[in-house]
């Protein structure tokens, strides 16, 4: 079956402009993350949904970043007034509820000049 | 809070030569330890995990074994091939109840040369 996808997979912006990335997660997967990779580090957590609600969004740098599911499967990360400091990969994870597995899609290579 | 530290890299090997990456943890309670592989281009993979002390996960002849004593989850594979040239990141989630996220070290970069 299909696995995690992720659009665009590379975003080229300004600094100050306002940028969404989006996630499919796995079919039935009812738990979904927001990872932010910075070059040469391991990724870091951002947000967890289970189902539609955000059951922990404590990664959130700052209020900048807004991540929404409304209908529980597909996902959008919202980033305003983008600063050079946001570059990095973001990823998206995807996981049935209570499983342990992750699975991660490509990511999307966000740049801000 | 929860932490991991793995050895940095990067770490060059010959073909057929024994690898081991050294990974420890903090945390509260018992975490699921896993060990994700990043190969060139493609996307973050689950390679192995165990979930409570003892326990020793295994995949594609890469072992990893739970030490609760030490608080460790060290990779090792006897006989590395090119193929296994990759990105290798050590990570825990918290035990069961806490927050699902994966905390993870800061990835070690593994060459194999022919």
Redesign the interface.
């Known amino acids: 079956g299909a696995g ?1 996808s992720q659009t665009p997979s590379n975003k080229v912006t300004e600094k100050g402009k306002y940028v969404e990335l989006r996630c499919d997660p796995i079919s039935g997967h009812t ?1 979904l ?1 927001w ?1 932010r990779q910075s070059l ?6 951002l947000i ?1 949904f289970q189902g539609t609600g955000a ?2 969004d ?2 959130l740098p700052n209020d900048r970043f807004f991540a929404v599911r409304p209908e529980g499967s597909v996902s959008t990360l919202k980033i305003q007034r983008t600063e050079r400091g946001d570059s990095a990969v973001y ?1 998206c ?1 995807s ?1 049935y509820i209570g499983g ?8 999307t290579r966000l740049t801000v000049l | 809070g929860n932490s ?1 530290t793995q050895m940095e890299g990067p770490v060059t090997l010959s073909e057929e030569a024994f690898l081991t990456i050294n990974c420890t943890y903090t945390a509260t309670g018992y975490p ?1 330890l896993f060990w ?1 592989v990043q190969y060139p281009g ?5 390679l192995l ?1 165990a ?1 409570k002390a003892d326990d020793k996960g295994s995949n594609k002849g890469f072992e990893a074994t739970y030490r609760k004593e030490t608080t460790s989850f060290h990779l090792e594979k006897g006989s590395v091939q090119v193929s296994d040239s990759a990105v290798y ?1 050590c ?1 825990l ?1 918290g035990p069961q109840g806490g ?9 070690t970069k593994l060459t194999v040369n022919p």
Do not use: H, M
């Not at chain 1, 040469?40 to 957590?45: A, D, K, L, M, V």
């Not at chain 2, 927050?99 to 800061?106: D, P, Q, T």
């Open positions: 995690v738990a993350y990872y040469g580090q391991g990724p870091e957590f967890y059951a922990d404590s990664g990823l994870a996981s342990d597995t992750q699975y991660f899609g490509p990511g | 991991v699921s994700y493609e996307g973050l993979q689950l995990k979930t990141f990570a989630i927050s699902e996220k994966l905390v993870f070290g800061k990835g």
